[in-house]
C-alpha cells in the first residue's frame, strides 16, 4: 500500500505539508514525477485503499497481538481517512490551492535536492502536471473560479 501511495503521490507522500498522506520516502530517491489525480488514478488508489481497509479489518479481528491489533486498526484508520477525502471530500477537484501547493512543495524541495537535475525534469514535465489538474478542478467552488 505504501510503495503504490509513494509511487502515484511522490510530492503528497515526501512532505508534511499534506496531512492525509503518509509520509513515504522513496528508497530510490530522486525525482519520480508528479502526483497522479487524473480520475482513472483516484478511481484505482481509492479501490485499493478499499481493498487494504478490509485487509487490515480482517487482520485486526484476527490479532491475538495488541501491537498487531494496534497497527492494523492505525493502517486501517489512515487508508480509510485518504480513501475518504479522495473519494467523498474529492479536495483534488475543488481546491485549485491544493495543486498549487504540490507545485511549490517540489519547486521547493527540487534546490535542495542532490541531484542537480531535479529543478530542470520539474520544469520540463510542469506543464503537463498543470494541465492534469485543470482537468481534474471539475466542482470548483465560485469563488476561486471567478478569480
Known sequence: MFAYLGKTFPVCCASDEFPFFPQIISPDGGWSGWDNFSPESI?????????????????????????????????????????????????????????????????????????????????HTLPSFLAQARGTLTDMPRLFRDQ
Open 43 to 123: 478511481e484505482e488508489v481509492t479501490r485499493r485503499l478499499s481493498y487494504a481497509e478490509h485487509d487490515l479489518g480482517l487482520l485486526s479481528r484476527n490479532a491475538e497481538d495488541r501491537d498487531v491489533l494496534t497497527d492494523a486498526e492505525s493502517l486501517k484508520r489512515m487508508a480509510r481517512t485518504l480513501r475518504e477525502q479522495l473519494q467523498e471530500v474529492r479536495f483534488h477537484e475543488t481546491q485549485p490551492t491544493f495543486h498549487l501547493t504540490i507545485l511549490c512543495t517540489a519547486l521547493a524541495s527540487s534546490l535542495g535536492d542532490d541531484d542537480h537535475r531535479a529543478w530542470g525534469l520539474l520544469a
